[in-house]
């Protein structure tokens, strides 16, 4: 009877407490619910601030832009 007992305590060490199991869910699912809102948080900020591309050419007094002719400043590269 006690070699039963302990294959029984044994088998049940085996298995997740349930309510431990859906805290242990919760927690990650508010952490990545902080994570995806702190990304895209990230992302709209930094589509405010993102340059569009733009064509250039150089002629011989400088970069201009070839879509519209005015002067480029601050290009690097």
Known sequence: M???N???EALQKQFAD???TKKALK???RNLKNLYDLVMSKLQGKADHEDDA???K???LGLSCASC????TNLHG
Request: proline residues 5%.
């Open 69 to 72: 002719e005015k002067d480029v």
């Open 27 to 29: 927690l990650l699912d």
């Open 58 to 60: 150089k002629p011989l």
């Open 2 to 4: 006690d070699k039963i």
């Open 54 to 56: 733009m064509f250039t």
């Open 18 to 20: 349930k309510a431990e």
């Open 6 to 8: 302990e294959v029984i």
